[in-house]
Each structure stands twice: as C-alpha cells, then as structure tokens.
C-alpha cells in the first residue's frame, strides 16, 4: 500500500487515477508527475517498486501545495474576503452562490432545504 502525502491510495487502481484521492492533484496534475517522472499512466499502485512510490512522494512535496496545507490556505483566502467584506465575502458570508448564479430557482445546494413560510390570513 502506497502512503503519499498522508493518504492511503487505492492499491487495484491505475497511478494517474490513485493520485487524485489526494486533495489538491486531479487528472491533468496527476499526469504531468507521472511524465515528470517517466512513469507509465497504466501502472497499477501495487506494481509500483518502493523507490518509485519514494520519487512520487517527494516530488509531490516539494512542487504542490496539497490536503492540510492548501486546505488551510484556501479556508484563509475565503476568511480574508469575508474580512473585507467585498461582494465575494459577503456571498460566502451569506451562504449563497459567489460565482453570480441565479438563486431565485436554483442554488439548493448552498442555500439548504427550503425553508417554508407560512401564509397570513386575511
């Protein structure tokens, strides 16, 4: 079992696929490491010898930003705008979309369930 990054990958998975269980590296990142480092993108984990998993491993650290750090970086640049309170804070702060989507149909899934509103009487 391959321990990059503090993730277990997947060990019946071909590497370019196993390497996007790991926060901050999807399909197109996972290829540039594996031609940077002349790896073939069909080979499974568990066929991986203990020095490539080593290669892979420091490679990772000291090129990309991933899981705890970038997480904590991103939480960061979110708070930052909320501080600011520009446009893009306050829709974070508000829970709605950032991104300018409509939000008079759509948006459930940063809006929450539909909250009902009871009708007055007459």
């Known amino acids: 079992m391959a321990r990059i990054a503090g993730v277990d990958l997947r060990t019946n998975k071909r590497i370019e696929i196993a390497l996007t269980d790991i926060y901050g590296i999807g399909r197109t990142t996972a290829m540039k490491i594996i031609k940077h480092l002349g790896l073939d993108p069909a080979t499974r984990v568990h066929d991986l010898s203990e020095t490539q998993v080593r290669e892979i491993r420091d490679h990772i ?62």
């Open 61 to 122: 650290e000291a090129t990309y930003t991933v899981e705890g750090e970038l997480q904590r970086e991103v939480k960061k640049n979110v708070k930052d705008l909320m501080d600011l309170g520009c446009y893009r804070g306050l829709r974070h702060r508000r829970g709605l979309p950032v991104r300018g989507q409509r939000t008079r149909t759509n948006a459930r899934t940063r809006k929450g369930p539909r909250r009902i509103v009871p009708k007055k009487k007459k």
